[in-house]
């Protein structure tokens, strides 16, 4: 249903980093995606979808290894002139001051004299910042911050707004004050902007800006669904049709997030969720709280003030234990879950080493190990991981793997020596330990 | 529609509300132009061998001035080199790889051998006038400031917040604008640090700079230097101490006047919003000229100026504008386009290597003259100058770590001496190197031990200031950690502050071993009271050379002093460095 003319359409792209390790990154691969004008475009999914670097393509900040970026049918050549761009971060030069850092865009557009200044003024008028045009960012809050922010893409009058987790830095007030403004911003003629694209983190931010929301998977980053959002502005949060939109989000996420499980071979390694020991047991204790033991994931997250993202793959690792299962977007406690919480510290380290062993990737890491005597250089596993996981960061898993395996008393590391070593044998038992 | 405000503009003040600021701005002003001219003039004098130095008092204000037009005209190059360097070194990957090796070897190798060399090249360009001499003098200078000024510039670039330069690209600024606007502006206080250290280093060969023999040619240019290596011939113990009154008293006024302000104006471009604890740096200079009109008044002038000749030059902008993207089509096509950069690179790259093909032949013929004999001199002179470079690390070490833990422990203290030790560290120490002999003598030691305390003068500061700034850093829990167990003394010294100095520790080593290889140049011979003092070692091997123009011996003991310091540093240094990085940092 999208009306207007195509803006900007991203064909086949995929793009590539080399992380400091050497480890090649693909960020996206083979994605296609058109934004129409006056559309508000979402992209969500979990970090390291790629979303906001294909932001960065769509602005010209890079370019794709492959597949192509085009503007009104051209290939787009250096930066979009036609957009702006709000960051996360704010980005604002500390040493400017906030009409300085408003006009730092107007200069390259030709706007000079008279004619900056009052682009300057209006923009600083609209986000509401009047009289504190002489200040500096550091004397300003992070609300402030980022209407300064706001106000430096307002004042060149793009066509199109691209927006970075703008309200991910802002505490929940400011973020939901801030929020709103943007849609009125978007639906006031006056500002000239009339197409937005935002990468957020939040659900509920999609459902109540956004027109359209892209879906994207991580591993390689690829959109996976694409949920059209026709809500009449403006949206009431609490209305049962926005309670409504936010719950078919959530089905999509979870099935992003949670897949169900498929039949593979068995041999199959999966990387463990690189998440702490303690996030898994509150997980569990959390769960332990509710009636019947279960909940649906993004409640989880809400009650336990973390984000969907970090909540999934907290529960994916209780999966993998076999302490949990998640039957569509519930989380259900299983009985060996149950029993692991009413053990001791000792029983519970036992219980982990167990299931750990059971777990693909450690028992590979386990057999690695065992072949060559009980101990292994950590590049020989960083390697490994490298070959078997080339989308994951393979420093980070192995940090995973030796806090894990720390913890079950199965592995130990010697961050001296760089090496790893194996603690007590798989088959777990209290003999192996050398323990009474 | 809504009245929009503006920022008031800037009102133009009258004159008659000038205060004693705008004065004090203009005598400086005046004293300024009036120095450069004089240097300028200086400059400009017919060369003649060994000037004579006016011992008299009188004459000390204007040596002085000399030397420090020197010292600033040296700092500027700095700056420029620094600037340039480290952008290209940034900026491509290919210059990152050929330009970063160099600038660590360019660091750590003594710079001192290199001054015969430069004067003779120099002198032969301008055989009639002072220019070459001074220009050496300058250049040798510059040789000890630029190395950490570039440094400093390249890592505050690498670090640049990636979001900072995306938003700079969005606004569509040049390269020039995120140049002068982005970048400088954020390594604008790794800049001022950088070259207040550097200046401060500048200073160490001062005395070589402007009095030194060649063969049978005696060098001299007017300067503080001279004046004081003329009084220590003569055996002038007035005239001795009036130099180095002189001395601190420029260092201090430098440090007043330019340094002091300069490093709390540039708190204005630190990145990070958290300060770094305590109350900031004040500087009565920079609040006294803050309240100054005359340059608020002068920067009104300028943009006026700046806008009126715009308007002048409107009729000739349209010509440039039509003409101007077809001059730039070139060097744009020349960079973007794959071939002709491949070809701009290599020949850039054919060039650097012919011009490394030519030295090390050159290198190499001089060398071809040295003989077993020679070779076998260089080796055990080496051996000997190594020994005491590591005595002086040792020696420093002994006084400056538990200094600095005692110093660093209170920030009190800290703040109140740090002020002091900076003076007293930019002092020049060869200058009291024969004073600090004459003294040895008095006791009974000899050069040869002398010589050690010699290079701990020049080395101990850097050992002194990295212990102190690492102890200040603990974080204020990790101390109150350490008194609410009760840990005693020697094991909070233990378990505390020792890991917690250890990496700036080593960092410090790193640095006062190279002073103490450069120090052994002059300290293993020394002119003082008209008698000549050596004792065997590397260091006068490569003074006497220099002093018999004895130049394959020369490059033999630079050849072979660069070799080890920059091999100790690759072997010793860098993976002690790695070590305590990885096991003592505090940062998690």
Redesign the interface.
């Known amino acids: 249903m999208t009306s207007g003319t195509l803006l900007l359409e991203a064909r086949q792209v995929t793009q590539r980093f080399r992380l400091p390790n050497g480890q090649v990154l693909e960020a996206l691969r083979d994605v296609s995606l058109s934004v129409c004008e006056h559309e508000v475009v979402a992209l969500v999914g979990p970090s390291g979808c790629g979303k906001s670097t294909l932001l960065r393509l769509f602005a010209g900040l890079a370019r794709p290894v492959d597949g192509a970026v085009l503007y009104r049918g051209q290939p787009l050549e250096g930066v979009l002139a036609a957009a702006a761009m709000v960051f996360q971060s704010f980005a604002l030069l500390p040493w400017l001051t906030v009409a300085e850092n408003v006009a730092m865009g107007l200069e390259a557009r030709g706007v000079d004299g008279p004619a900056r200044r009052d682009a300057v003024a209006r923009a600083i008028n609209l986000v509401g910042l009047d009289g504190f045009e002489q200040a500096y960012p550091k004397e300003l809050s992070g609300g402030m911050k980022q209407r300064v922010g706001f106000a430096r893409a307002l004042a060149v009058a793009p066509e199109i707004l691209l927006m970075d987790e703008p309200f991910g830095a802002l505490d929940p007030l400011t973020a939901e004050n801030l929020r709103s403004q943007v849609v009125d911003l978007w639906r006031d003629p006056a500002t000239g902007v009339n197409t937005l694209v935002v990468v957020t983190h939040s659900v509920e931010e999609a459902v109540f800006l956004a027109g359209r929301i892209v879906v994207f998977g991580s591993n390689p980053g690829h959109v996976r669904e694409e949920l059209e959002n026709a809500l009449p502005y403006p949206r009431q949060e609490r209305s049962p049709e926005f309670e409504d939109m936010v719950d078919r989000l959530h089905a999509i996420l979870t099935a992003t997030l949670l897949p169900e499980p498929v039949p593979t071979a068995p041999q199959r390694l999966v990387p463990f969720p690189r998440v702490h020991v303690s996030e898994v047991t509150g997980l569990l204790d959390h769960l332990l709280t509710r009636p019947g033991g279960k909940g649906p994931v993004f409640e989880l997250a809400e009650d336990l003030g973390v984000d969907y993202d970090r909540m999934s793959a907290v529960v994916r690792a209780a999966e993998q234990l076999g302490w949990v299962t998640t039957p569509g977007e519930v989380v259900q406690l299983m009985p060996a879950g149950r029993e692991v919480m009413a053990m001791d510290d000792a029983a519970r380290k036992d219980a982990t080493r167990a299931r750990l062993a059971k777990q693909p990737l450690f028992a590979r890491v386990v057999a690695m190990l065992k072949e060559s005597e009980g101990a292994v250089e950590d590049e020989e596993v960083l390697a490994d991981l490298t070959i078997y996981f080339p989308f994951i960061p393979a420093d980070s898993l192995f940090g995973t793997i030796v806090e894990w395996g720390r913890y079950a008393e199965l592995l130990d590391h010697d961050a001296d020596a760089g090496r790893l070593s194996l603690l007590g044998l798989p088959e777990g038992s209290a003999e192996t330990r050398g323990e009474a | 529609m809504?009245l929009?405000?503006?920022?008031p503009a800037l009102t133009p003040p009258g004159l008659r509300r000038l205060g004693l600021a705008d004065v004090a701005v203009l005598c400086l002003l005046g004293g300024a132009i009036a120095t450069v001219v004089a240097f300028a003039r200086e400059f400009e004098a017919p060369f003649s061998q060994a000037v004579a130095i006016d011992l008299r008092f009188t004459a000390l204000p204007r040596y002085t001035l000399y030397s420090l037009s020197r010292g600033v005209l040296a700092l500027l190059i700095s700056y420029l080199f620094a600037l340039s360097f480290g952008w290209a070194a940034a900026k491509s990957r290919a210059a990152e790889r050929l330009l970063l090796p160099l600038l660590d070897i360019l660091q750590s190798i003594p710079v001192l051998g290199f001054l015969p060399g430069l004067v003779l090249g120099l002198m032969s360009l301008f055989p009639t006038r002072n220019v070459g001499l001074e220009l050496a003098a300058i250049l040798m200078i510059f040789t000890a400031q630029a190395w950490n000024l570039a440094l400093s510039f390249y890592n505050s670039l690498k670090s640049l917040?990636a979001?900072?330069r995306?938003?700079?690209?969005?606004?569509?600024?040049?390269a020039s604008?995120t140049f002068w606007?982005?970048e400088v502006?954020a390594a604008a206080q790794g800049l001022v640090w950088n070259g207040m250290l550097s200046m401060a280093g500048g200073w160490f060969f001062l005395m070589v700079n402007e009095a030194f023999r060649l063969g049978d040619h005696d060098y001299r240019l007017p300067g503080i230097g001279s004046y004081m290596s003329v009084a220590l011939d003569q055996g002038n113990a007035t005239a001795v101490l009036l130099a180095i009154f002189a001395m601190v008293l420029m260092i201090v006024c430098l440090d007043q006047l330019l340094w002091r302000p300069l490093v709390v104006w540039v708190e204005?471009?630190?990145?990070d919003?958290t300060t770094g604890g305590g109350p900031a740096p004040g500087s009565w200079v920079l609040e006294f000229l803050r309240r100054a009109r005359l340059p608020r008044r002068a920067a009104l002038l300028q943009r006026r100026a700046y806008r009126s000749a715009r308007r002048a030059a409107r009729p000739l902008e349209r010509p440039f504008r039509a003409v101007g993207p077809v001059i730039w089509r070139a060097p744009r096509f020349a960079l973007d386009h794959p071939v002709a950069r491949r070809l701009g690179a290599g020949l850039v790259i054919a060039a650097v290597g012919a011009v490394a093909l030519v030295g090390a032949r050159s290198l190499w013929l001089l060398l071809a003259q040295l003989g077993t004999r020679e070779w076998g001199a260089l080796v055990s002179s080496a051996a000997l100058t190594f020994v005491r470079v590591m005595g002086a690390v040792v020696v420093s070490t002994a006084w400056a770590v538990p200094a600095g833990v005692w110093i660093g422990r209170s920030p009190r203290l800290a703040r109140a001496l740090q002020p002091v030790i900076q003076v007293v560290a930019s002092f020049p120490a060869p200058m009291l190197f024969p004073l600090v002999i004459l003294l040895f003598e008095r006791i009974g030691v000899g050069l040869g031990f002398g010589a050690v305390a010699l290079m701990v003068l020049a080395g101990q500061w850097y050992i002194l200031f990295n212990v102190i700034s690492a102890v200040a850093a603990i974080p204020e829990q990790l101390k109150d950690a350490a008194t609410v167990f009760r840990l005693p003394p020697l094991a909070r010294w233990r378990a505390l502050y020792l890991p917690a100095a250890f990496p700036a520790l080593v960092t410090g080593w790193v640095t006062a071993a190279g002073g103490a290889w450069n120090g052994s140049i002059v300290a293993e011979y020394i002119e003082a009271g008209g008698t000549l003092r050596t004792t065997k070692g590397l260091g006068s091997l490569i003074s006497e050379a220099t002093a018999h123009a004895n130049f394959p011996l020369l490059a033999g003991g630079i050849a072979l002093m660069s070799l080890i310091v920059v091999g100790w540093n690759r072997l010793v240094w860098r993976s002690l460095m790695q070590w305590a990085q990885?096991?003592f940092s505090l940062a998690a």
């Not at chain 2, 929009?4 to 920022?7: E, V």
């Not at chain 2, 995306?166 to 040049?174: I, L, M, P």
Request: proline share 14%.
């Open positions: 809504k929009l405000r503006f920022p917040p979001p900072l995306d938003a700079c690209k969005v606004a569509g600024w040049k604008r606007q982005l502006p204005k471009f630190r990145l919003d990885a096991r």
